[in-house]
């Protein structure tokens, strides 16, 4: 009887230690010039990297930035997927658009093109940006009929433009 006494208190001891050791959560962030979205459900890891370009449409004069995202060994068929957004001159970074998403897969040169559903772009320390990003193939929105519909839970994180 007295072996029971002397294992029961043992016994709470460690269960109650690990169940506090389960809850402790670590605070991990994303990498740097990282990212991620889900296409048609499929998760794809990525590193983000980002290039800048000024041009004209029409007599209108735009800063561009194209967001490529691209997986360390292709996911499946995606290569890459690029945010193209666009900018007033002089106006400040966090005021960029999302004009449309493109994913080029395989040997196909041509993307497919995706309308934005929702795009936020922040300013997380100076010079460097994250955001959010989903889209969504429509008919008129790609030359190519596509194998793909929708991207959805897209990031980037700390991206330097």
Do not use: W
């Amino acid at each position: 009887m007295s072996v029971r006494l002397f294992t029961t208190p043992f016994v709470a001891t460690a269960l109650l230690m690990s169940c506090l050791a389960c809850s402790k959560k670590e605070d991990v962030s994303p990498a740097p010039n990282t990212g991620s979205f889900a296409l048609d459900g499929v998760a794809i890891s990525c590193q983000a990297k980002v290039t800048r370009s000024a041009g004209s449409i029409g007599s209108n004069a735009y800063d561009f930035l194209d967001l490529n995202l691209a997986p360390p060994r292709p996911a499946g068929a995606v290569q890459r997927l690029v945010l193209h957004l666009y900018k007033v001159p002089g106006s400040p970074a966090n005021t960029y658009l999302l004009s449309r998403l493109s994913v080029y897969s395989g040997g196909n040169a041509s993307p497919y093109n995706f309308a934005g559903k929702s795009f936020t772009l922040m300013e997380t320390s100076e010079g460097k940006f994250s955001g959010s990003f989903t889209g969504q193939v429509k008919a008129n929105s790609s030359s190519i009929p596509g194998p793909y519909s929708t991207i959805t839970d897209g990031i980037f994180t700390e991206v330097q433009f």
